[in-house]
């Protein structure tokens, strides 16, 4: 497609129910980037992968969240044992040179854990 | 530690009034500066950046924003709004020593009067 593509849309799930979100990239596009956004914030650093490598995983919470790109290209976002602070609008990126260059964002996949 | 302000959460401009959003940052290193909008319904889009050179950068939509080192700051001005300038506007800032994370305000949100 032409742009970046995130599935679903919209996942309501249960408290410490297992969640997985997608991202698609835009074609040849090596960096990808992961942001969360919680309502009335912008958004907040969650990961960033160049190629098949996660570069900067510093902005993940804990250890229930985990990310994969595999073959470099579509991205999981994963989410362990959910809780209700887990609801937000979980927002993909992905940019043809890196971090300096302009990040082409997702609509998103809004998260809601009951 | 680094942050981002924008001190603005909400403001109403007439259209074709001018506009200017405020956007103050701290940082150690010599800052990437970005302006994203965000649309309902659609993904951040890139405004405009500085990186080096000229303080005065010239962006899309007919928006500029200029960069004052002294001041710690990265405003946003358009002369003349549009009604479909309203939108949720973001400032970022990044870094070489930061990898790949983008660090947001929380974003001023634009309303247009007739």
């Known amino acids: 497609g032409a742009g970046v593509s995130q599935t679903p849309s919209n996942k309501v799930t249960e408290k410490g129910k297992y969640v997985e979100l997608r991202c698609d990239p835009i074609?040849?596009?090596?960096?990808l980037y992961w942001y969360r956004q919680s309502l009335g914030q912008g958004p907040e650093f969650l990961i960033y992968f160049q190629g098949t490598g996660a570069a900067d995983d510093s902005g993940l919470p804990n250890d229930r969240f985990f990310a994969v790109r595999p073959e470099g290209s579509v991205s999981t976002l994963k989410i362990q044992r959910t809780e209700r602070g887990d609801s937000a609008v979980y927002l993909c990126?992905?940019?043809?040179?890196?971090?300096?260059?302009?990040?082409?964002f997702g609509e998103g996949s809004r998260l809601t854990v009951l | 530690a680094q942050s981002v302000t924008q001190p603005d959460i909400h403001i109403t401009v007439s259209e074709g009034a001018s506009l200017e959003l405020r956007c103050n940052y701290s940082?150690?290193?010599?800052?990437?500066l970005f302006w994203y909008v965000q649309s309902p319904g659609q993904g951040l889009q890139l405004l405009l950046k500085?990186?080096?050179?000229?303080?005065l950068v010239q962006g899309i939509k007919g928006f500029e924003a200029e960069f004052k080192r002294s001041q710690s700051s990265f405003n946003l001005r358009k002369p003349s709004v549009h009604w479909s300038d309203a939108a949720e506007y973001f400032c970022?800032?990044?870094?070489?020593?930061?990898?790949?994370?983008?660090?947001f305000g929380q974003g001023t949100e634009l309303s247009v009067k007739p």
């Open positions: 990126a992905s940019s043809l040179t890196g971090p300096t260059g302009e990040l082409f």
């Open positions: 940082y150690g290193a010599t800052p990437y």
């Open positions: 970022a800032v990044g870094a070489d020593n930061q990898g790949g994370k983008l660090i």
């Open positions: 074609s040849g596009h090596t960096a």
């Open positions: 500085y990186f080096s050179g000229d303080t």
